[in-house]
């Protein structure tokens, strides 16, 4: 597959798509359509070398009404299109009611797109989301969402040519002309950083955290794994308070916020989330955790072959081979922000990462107008290497 | 042994409608005055009754009801074959006759009789009657007892219809048995191309038009009259109450058949005939009908903007194309609920669940004497109630299609459907549903070995994430078994009827090829 570095898609000027007539867009109902609907990535993404296939029933999980609490507060609508019976795209359209009335909008998501390259699929796919939307008095529709900002998000216009880190998008080159060719429009660039030398943080940099950290008076601790519902608790109340001025931020609920915890304490590696208390109160807090798309790679989202548990023998053997990780979440209330507390963090989580043997890692995401973080960030040694683009369009 | 009324006793479907307010059937009717009615002492506008012309409240026809009665008795206590037929229901026969521009008419006392009756006399053994898979309830009971033949073709499905009719017999007697107008989704017979078939087949029309009398054609003579095939239609049914205000039926045909149905129908000579009022209702009503074309004028104006506004709100009404306006919803307990909404905001209309119809929906029809202002108020509850219930969107759709009406003059169409319209449901979906293991190796177009793959998944990923939770319930399973060990029987059961069944299917379709 070819992957050309592209930013910028002359097609997003040019003329606009229509739905092609043979394409039936039909909604998700039943568990097997759901199946049909997950399976299509990996027909869509098979030849793609870069490509990390998820669990699929995981995907099945996330995608389940009653497992997954984001259904609570949310509505989704699944299609599937279908030319001559063969899927050939999908799309989700949700309803996130928390982000309407956190931002007093009225706006939908459409996410989990994934399309043959036909701007004819892509129109019939978007007209089918825009009329959902459209359907519950919704006014604009932003996205790619997979399912909201708290999950993964953005669509890859930028360095095809590494594999994603753990809970990041990828996705064929050709999607951002296919969005354009349906007249959605930018909305905001979201920013991944990478560092692959495995050398301590710049001196100056360290130095000045340092600085920092003594006249805060900070205690820096990894996350207390022994304790852990405390922690939660303790963790939800910083999290939810740091983004909250940030674009596209939508508070997660103590439900969504106790499953992501879940999910992630089977893979977190100790030592790498890290608290920073001033007296005694917890102000910020990082979560780090190994890339498990290094170990997901090699057993093609199954578990389990001809009943047998090879894949996760496999996951777990690969699993132990894993040396990156993503710094995915970094977060300080506000009173304490411009304080440079971030810096101590990102500076203390390199530390200890080199110490437990990573080799590198990424810094994801960010948005594209926070400047000081930016500039903080690849002050420290880390390079830009993969840029997302959430695209808007109204719903007329 | 079994008792008889054991059924009766454990059947509860209504009791548990009742219990969640849903049940919308056998409601008492306090007071009416044809266009409101007053119901658990709540003015509601009636938007389900059949009174087409509104004559049912009309002071002429009353008065001529309450004068028959005194002149001629409460009821005839007899049938028409004996002393049951007075000089009032004679000149009905004459006069219906005489404008429906037929031979001769009789009448029966109600319209299901009339069907019943018509039927089971006039189709003997090797006979055969095709019948429309919607018609009514009344023709279906008559098919039953008839002694010939039946074959049911799709709704409206003229390919189906001729693919039946060239399979039949041909030295049999054949019946085309078709509504007029389909009273619940409010669409027509395609009689063109019926009566098409008809002449090549050598069969003969029935056409019940029990809802088109009155309603359809110049002078509301009916389907036939609509399509300009009034004289290709064999027998002509109607009943008298809707348009024409009062009970009773009538057939309407050739001398020979009327005759051979005065003596033969059992429904006609064993059932006492219509009361002296009731005649004479329908009397007054004809009259009426003959005089007062604006009467249907005005049905046909208000129940186009009805139907116009509601599709302009986004309600799925196709395919109808005359004063009956369906609003399909397509789901038993939110078509209930709806109703139920509709009830409390002041409607009165019917839900219609399967099996009457393919699709579950809420019947409405207006009659000629509803004020715009009534109608006005309609518009306004079904939007509230629709919204609120996401049954339409909050947003008024950009494009809908636009509604047809079978308006007298503009002959051709039969039903929206014939453009090809299909209700657009991608609106409502939300997402249900989970990948079951039973799901995944029932596909029967799949490997047995990847079914049995993806079923072991499944197993895996749930024995390698149970909670606590799903440890207790597995430690419970026993207990849970032995106390539904009888569902499990039944279950057991069940599972081993299917397979039988499978199998006589499959030996079935084995020895066919």
């Not at chain 2, 049938?79 to 004679?90: F, P």
């Amino acid at each position: 597959m070819v992957q050309p570095v592209v930013t910028e898609h002359p097609a997003a000027a040019g003329q606009s798509a229509r739905p092609d007539p043979e394409v039936e867009v039909v909604s998700v109902q039943s568990g097997l359509e759901k199946d049909a609907f997950i399976r299509l990535q990996w027909q869509i993404n098979k030849g793609d070398r870069n490509w990390v296939p998820p669990l699929l029933m995981e995907r099945h999980e996330f995608l389940d009404p009653a497992k997954n609490p984001f259904f609570k507060h949310s509505e989704v609508g699944l299609y599937l299109a279908r030319r001559g019976g063969e899927p050939v795209g999908r799309i989700a359209a949700v309803n996130d009611r928390n982000f309407n009335a956190f931002h007093g909008s009225k706006a939908a998501y459409f996410g989990l797109y994934e399309s043959v390259n036909d701007p004819g699929v892509a129109a019939a796919l978007f007209n089918a989301a825009k009329a959902w939307a459209r359907w519950r008095g919704l006014d604009s529709m932003i996205g790619p969402m997979n399912l909201s900002t708290n999950y993964d998000c953005g669509l890859l216009v930028d360095g095809f040519d590494t594999p994603p880190y753990l809970l990041m998008p990828h996705n064929p080159y050709y999607y951002a002309d296919l969005f354009g060719a349906c007249g959605l429009k930018k909305s905001k660039d979201l920013y991944a950083f990478e560092r692959t030398a495995a050398e301590p943080p710049p001196e100056k940099f360290a130095s000045i955290a340092e600085k920092v950290r003594k006249r805060e008076g900070l205690l820096v601790r990894p996350v207390n794994l022994k304790d852990f519902e405390g922690e939660v608790t303790r963790l939800k109340a910083v999290y939810n308070a740091a983004w909250e001025k940030n674009w596209g931020f939508v508070p997660m609920t103590d439900a969504e916020f106790d499953k992501l915890a879940r999910d992630l304490k089977q893979i977190v590696a100790p030592g790498l989330c890290l608290v920073a208390e001033a007296h005694g109160e917890p102000v910020a807090f990082s979560l780090t955790v190994p890339d498990f798309n290094q170990a997901l790679k090699h057993v093609d989202g199954r578990l389990t072959t001809f009943g047998l548990p090879l894949g996760l023998a496999k996951l777990v053997y690969y699993s132990r081979k894993i040396d990156r990780v993503r710094l995915m979440a970094l977060g300080v209330i506000e009173r304490y922000r411009k304080r440079g507390i971030d810096a101590v963090l990102v500076v203390e989580t390199i530390r200890r990462a080199q110490e437990l043997g990573y080799r590198g890692g990424e810094i994801s995401w960010t948005l594209e107008d926070n400047h000081l973080i930016n500039r903080a960030i690849e002050a420290c040694g880390c390079v830009r290497h993969k840029t997302y683009r959430i695209f808007e369009t109204p719903v007329e | 042994m079994a008792d008889i009324f054991e059924k009766c006793v454990n059947w509860k479907d209504a009791d548990l409608a009742k219990l969640a307010g849903h049940y919308a059937y056998y409601r008492v009717i306090q007071e009416t005055d044809g266009t409101e009615v007053l119901i658990d002492g709540k003015r509601v506008i009636m938007a389900c009754s059949n009174n087409y012309l509104g004559l049912a409240n009309d002071p002429r026809v009353k008065e001529a009801a309450a004068e028959a009665s005194r002149k001629w008795g409460a009821s005839t206590c007899g049938s028409r074959v004996l002393n049951g037929t007075t000089e009032l229901h004679d000149e009905l026969d004459h006069k219906l006759a005489e404008y429906l521009g037929r031979e001769a008419a009789v009448t029966y006392s109600t319209g299901f009789g009339t069907n019943v009756g018509v039927l089971s006399s006039l189709i003997l053994r090797k006979d055969t009657i095709f019948a429309d898979r919607m018609v009514h309830a009344s023709l279906v009971e008559g098919i039953q007892a008839a002694l010939g033949d039946c074959k049911r073709f799709r709704h409206n499905n003229m390919d189906d219809l001729e693919r039946l009719l060239a399979s039949a017999d041909p030295e049999s007697g054949k019946l085309i048995v078709v509504d007029g107008m389909y009273s619940m989704e409010g669409d027509l017979a395609n009689l063109p191309k019926i009566v098409e078939l008809k002449e090549k087949y050598g069969a003969r029309l029935f056409v019940d038009d029990a809802h088109g009398f009155g309603v359809l054609g110049e002078g509301g003579r009916g389907s036939g009259e609509h399509f300009g095939l009034h004289d290709q239609v064999d027998l002509q049914m109607l009943t008298f109450s809707k348009s024409l205000a009062s009970i009773g039926g009538c057939i309407a045909g050739p001398k020979e058949v009327i005759n051979w149905l005065k003596h033969k129908s059992r429904p006609l000579v064993f059932s006492a005939s219509m009361t002296p009022g009731a005649a004479a209702a329908a009397l007054k009503s004809l009259e009426i009908i003959k005089a007062e074309p604006e009467r249907r004028a005005r049905l046909w104006d208000i129940s186009e903007r009805f139907h116009r506004e509601l599709r302009g709100m986004g309600f799925d009404t196709s395919p109808s194309v005359t004063p009956v306006v369906p609003v399909v919803i397509g789901d038993q307990t939110l078509c209930l609920a709806f109703w139920r909404r509709l009830t409390d905001a002041g409607m009165f209309a019917s839900p219609v669940v399967k099996p009457a119809v393919e699709k579950e929906l809420v019947r409405t029809v207006y009659t000629a004497t509803h004020t715009d202002a009534q109608i006005d108020r309609s518009l306004e509850i079904f939007q509230r109630c629709g919204r609120e219930m996401g049954i339409i969107p909050y947003k008024r759709p950009s494009t809908r299609v636009e509604v047809k009406m079978a308006r007298p003059g503009c002959n051709g169409f039969y039903s929206s459907a014939e453009d090809g319209i299909t209700a657009i449901s991608v609106e409502r979906s939300p997402v249900k549903g989970s990948l079951g293991v039973g799901e995944v190796l029932q596909q029967a177009g799949r490997p047995l070995g990847e079914r049995i793959s993806d079923a072991m998944e499944i197993v895996t990923w749930r024995a390698l994430n149970a909670g606590p939770e799903d440890v207790k319930r597995l430690a419970e399973l026993p207990s849970t078994l032995w106390q539904q060990r009888r569902r499990l029987r039944t279950k057991l059961m069940g599972a081993g009827v299917k397979l039988l069944q499978r199998r006589q299917a499959g030996a079935r379709s084995a020895e066919r090829e």
